[in-house]
Structures are given as C-alpha cells and as structure tokens.
C-alpha cells in the first residue's frame, strides 16, 4: 500500500516520465513481503531502453522492471540499494524527509 505522497509530486514524476527523463519518486510503502521496509523510491521512465541502460548501472536487471500499459513503467527501489542509489543520484533529500521512520 502506498501513502504519503503528494498530487503535485506523482503530476511532476509523470510529467518528467512523459518527457522521455529518468524521474523518482519515493513515497511510504507498506507490504508484508518486506518486512521493515516502509519506503520505496520508483524510478521510471517511457523510453525503456533509457531505463533499461540507466538501470544497468546500478545492477538492476530489465526483469525488475514494472511494465505499466499507462506509460509509467519503474523499478522499484528498497533498502540499502534505494539509499545507495538516490545518494549516487543526488537525490538523497527525498528519502531523508522519510528517514526517522527507516530507523
């Protein structure tokens, strides 16, 4: 289950997904498969070849990839790899706003 998160922020990670860019988001997230996990950072783009090569960087593989018929398909980023990609991105503020309930 996803909450948390902002209209204006999910309208602005489509916009930028619809734009052909590399866009994420992170929102809390609860499911029972991860235990202590409570957030996730998805990580999408409409050019699946750029999120494909984006994400073969990190070591994700093209089989993790969310396919959504809407257009806004991601990779769902948890745990110590979400941290340790938004930091390499430069995009560790949008977790730290969510970090007391990491802890």
Known sequence: MAFGIKRADLVQWKQSI?????????H?????????IKTVTKVGCNDIQKLIDWGKQYGLMK????????GYSHFDLLGEKQQE??????MLKQLQSFSSLNQ
Request: no cysteine.
């Open 18 to 26: 619809d734009h052909g860019n590399i866009a994420f988001i992170t």
């Open 63 to 70: 089989e993790w990839i969310h396919h959504r018929k809407d």
């Open 85 to 90: 990609i938004l930091e390499k991105e430069g």
């Open 28 to 36: 809390y997230w609860l499911d029972n498969r991860f235990p202590g």
